[in-house]
């Protein structure tokens, strides 16, 4: 930020230092009750770190209970319970959260906006979730233990033969939904009406444009999941039977509810990932991103088709052959917008001017391997195939493939990048690299057989296996263990950057977006102008 644009940003931290008195209660003071974007930012970026790790040990437990056949470490109830809350936990405490702190960094300054739109609700927000968190984490300690009926809650196992740790997790779920919503709100509203003079609609980053439509998503579906899990409620407390076919109700009806829900969520998680790409990518080619318009119009449709494709999680729960023909087709369709996003990527890759810095590195290989997870989403979406792979480790494969080669590497290569930007400070690039080799040679060496002892029947969520997949099981858990120590590295150069890095100057990159570096300092909102004695 240009010293101009800090003198006209009243919610900048630099105005707080002097406001609050001193000491620790001033620093408490200062991250508690900010209302500055970047400091949210921030807030969000470690909340999220803190929970990959929480929820990386719950995945390095479920892998060693695995590295061999038998119960090993944990009895079977736990077993559920660890997958259970690792799926809860790495979608609504860390993939979700580290994109909207994301968003509250990059949104501001890249529409040369002076804060966002609605700080106060803002911070809100953010401080909901930390509660959220403890109270999903507190059901590990509660007689009968945690939720063990899989992160999809499905009915009657969450209604009729859950724990009862299982109310709380009902209202750790309303709490990380009004979170995601006004989260939302507040980022439609900012791009909405905070645009700089003269920034239309075609000239807004990707980034944003990918942030927009997803938080339009989050508006539309936060509140079906919302309503089913009030029904949830109400089943296990108040003698309602939405779910129960002996009172009338449906079982079938939760997974519907759910999942129209649950598919546009999987985008919620992958569309800010296609703006970081779409960011990163044309500045380490040198080149203006190809078919920017095409890129906006292909984000809109996949939104769009996500709303109509939720029942292929459900081919096996008995419906129409109409329906199944329906829901194959719309899935198929999906696979249209994102192979032009694919081509789009690659088509700025060509003949560009290349360098391979860390973010350009998983960017790469977030491209290369999103797309193999794509490919085994198209084998799962053929409905007479998805028969035979519904519930093994075959899916499990497709949607690690798509969420940690996809959004977290995504997510990773969009800290790289912006970093230097926030800090003023460089990152260790040769332990950047460290941690780009290991993670990319491990995620594969964890995910990828998975896809052969699905194909051969492994089935999921099942703590014990048959002994023709032990060699394979040991083969993925060492792969597991691997991969969490490059995120160790990860970790260490983040915290070694923003105390020791060497310091950069305005132009960080050498690139095509450079002019998000150096954006010229927004004219003064005077609705922004907040009188002295309210700060």
């Known amino acids: 930020m240009t010293t101009e644009m800090q003198a006209q940003d009243p919610h900048n931290t630099d105005h707080h230092h002097h406001d609050h ?14 209302t500055n974007h970047k400091d949210i930012g921030t807030l969000y970026l470690w909340f999220a770190m803190g929970t990959f790790i929480f929820a990386g040990i719950q995945a390095l437990i479920i892998r060693t209970e695995l590295f061999a056949p038998g119960l090993v470490l944990v009895d079977p109830n736990l077993y559920n319970t660890l997958t259970t809350m690792h799926g809860l936990i790495m979608i609504f405490g860390f993939l979700m959260p580290a994109g909207v702190g994301l968003a509250n960094w990059q949104i501001p300054m890249m529409i040369g906006a002076p804060d966002m739109a609605l700080p106060r609700l803002n911070n809100l927000s953010f401080w909901i979730l930390p509660f959220a968190f403890l109270l999903m984490a507190s059901t590990f300690a509660m007689d009968g233990g945690g939720p063990n009926f899989g992160w999809t809650f499905y009915a009657p196992l969450s209604t009729t033969y859950a724990p009862p740790s299982t109310d709380f997790f009902i209202f750790s779920i309303h709490m990380l939904g009004i979170s995601s919503i006004l989260g939302a709100l507040n980022i439609v509203v900012t791009i909405w009406t905070l645009r700089a003079p003269g920034m239309t609609w075609y000239k807004l980053p990707m980034f944003a444009w990918t942030w927009l439509i997803t938080a339009f998503l989050l508006l539309a579906i936060m509140p079906v999941l919302a ?18 076919a002996a009172g009338g109700g449906d079982p079938v009806l939760f997974q519907h509810l759910f999942w129209f829900f649950g598919h546009p969520e999987v985008y919620v998680l992958i569309l800010p990932a296609f703006g970081i790409v779409s960011s990163v990518i044309p500045t380490f080619a040198r080149k ?41 087709y719309t899935t198929m369709l999906i696979a249209v917008p994102t192979g032009v996003k694919i ?32 490919f085994t989403g198209l084998m799962l979406a053929i409905a007479p195939a998805d028969f035979q792979y519904q519930d093994t480790y075959f899916v499990v494969g497709h949607f690690h493939y798509v969420l940690v080669p996809g959004s977290v590497f ?70 597991a263990f691997f991969f969490g120590f490059a995120q160790l590295l990860f970790f260490y150069n983040v915290i070694w950057t923003i105390r020791k890095g060497k310091r950069v100057d305005n132009q960080v990159w050498d690139g095509a977006e450079g ?6 300092s927004p004219p003064p909102y005077h609705s922004f102008q907040v009188p002295p004695e309210v700060k």
């Open 21 to 34: 008195g001193s000491g620790v209660l001033a620093y408490i003071k200062r991250w508690v009750f900010t």
């Open 227 to 244: 309503g089913a899990v009030t029904m949830m409620l109400f089943d296990r407390n108040f003698g309602t039977s939405f779910f129960d």
């Open 288 to 328: 203006k991103l190809f078919g920017y318009h095409n890129m906006v119009h292909a984000t809109i449709a996949i939104a769009l088709l996500s709303y109509i494709v939720w029942a292929h999680h459900m081919f096996t729960a008995g419906m129409p052959l109409s329906a199944e023909l329906f829901f194959m």
């Open 343 to 374: 081509f789009n990527w690659v088509a700025t890759i060509w003949r560009g001017s290349l360098s391979f810095e860390a973010p350009m590195l998983f960017s790469l290989a977030f491209i290369f391997l999103f797309t193999f997870g794509g």
């Open 410 to 479: 995504a997510l990773t290569a969009g800290i790289y990048y912006w970093l230097p930007k926030w800090c003023g400070r460089m990152y260790n690039e040769v332990m950047a690299k460290w941690h780009f080799w290991l993670s990319a040679i491990f995620v594969n060496v964890t995910f990828f057989p998975m896809h052969f002892v699905g194909l051969a029947g492994m089935p999921r969520r099942i703590p014990d296996y048959a002994l023709m997949f032990t060699d394979f099981n040991a083969l993925m858990t060492v792969g």
């Open 515 to 520: 002019l998000e570096w150096t954006l010229p």
